[in-house]
């Protein structure tokens, strides 16, 4: 089993910065691809952002130009960093695992998952 821990989540004002970062711990494997989702109050799951074991990354549109995924491979942690924060952002924000080595994008795609970190953006 795949234990995945974020952090760095909190309450930010509109126009800020924030770094996530995620940890997986227990039974790794490699290669993996890791990504993050996001889920806001009362919405379906949504796919952020994913990168490969070689670093190659797709972004959703709405992130795009503004957030930046990075992993270390031999720390088993991916980070998120996220510039330009709009209230629209705010959302509990996942890290996930999946065991395909292209991106993907569709939750089901991914075997494990982290409790979720909080991210709050006030205007």
């Known amino acids: 089993q795949v234990q995945l821990v974020e952090s760095g989540g909190g309450l930010v004002q509109a126009g800020g910065s924030l770094r996530l970062s995620c940890a997986a711990s227990?039974?790794?494997?490699?290669?993996?691809?890791m990504a993050w989702f996001r889920q806001a109050s009362g919405k379906a799951r949504e796919f952020v952002v994913a990168?490969?074991?070689?670093?190659?990354?797709t972004y959703a549109d709405s992130v795009k130009g503004r957030f930046t995924i990075s992993r270390d491979n031999a720390a088993n942690t991916v980070y998120l960093e996220m510039n330009k924060l709009e209230r629209e952002d705010t959302a509990v924000y996942y890290c996930?695992?999946?065991?395909?080595?292209?991106?993907?994008?569709?939750?089901?795609?991914?075997?494990?998952w982290g409790q979720g970190t909080q991210v709050t953006v006030s205007s």
């Open positions: 227990g039974r790794t494997f490699s290669p993996y691809t």
């Open positions: 990168i490969t074991w070689s670093g190659a990354s």
């Open positions: 996930a695992v999946s065991r395909r080595l292209s991106v993907v994008t569709a939750t089901l795609n991914y075997d494990y």
